[in-house]
Nanobody, 115 residues
């Protein structure tokens, strides 16, 4: 059974930082591309950042230079370090294990940025 469990969300003031984490089980973590997505109220879910099994990263334009995705394969964990947070970053952040056959999702963690 695949499980992705996010943690680390919370309330932060604009300009502040947060790090969210996602621990995976039931998959060969080191072989999976992992991603962080987010969904704000009334909006569609959107990709934030992705990291390949080889550690190659890609970011959506709206977080470039502010967010960093990383992974620790020995801990089956993927991280999203978020700096210089803006109120528009407020959303539920979801961890995703991407594969050809299907994607697996965590339950999400709320990040709220106050102005």
């Amino acid at each position: 059974q695949v499980q992705l469990v996010e943690s680390g969300g919370g309330l932060v003031q604009a300009g502040g930082s947060l790090r969210v984490s996602c621990v995976a089980s039931g998959i060969i973590f080191s072989a999976n591309t992992m991603g962080w997505y987010r969904q704000a109220p009334g909006k569609e879910r959107e990709v934030v950042a992705v990291i390949s099994s080889a550690g190659r990263t890609s970011y959506s334009d709206f977080v470039k230079g502010r967010f960093t995705i990383s992974r620790e394969n020995d801990k089956n964990t993927v991280y999203l370090q978020m700096n210089s947070l803006k109120p528009e970053d407020t959303a539920v952040y979801y961890c995703c294990a991407l594969s050809i056959s299907r994607n697996f999702w965590g339950q999400g963690t709320q990040v709220t940025v106050s102005s």
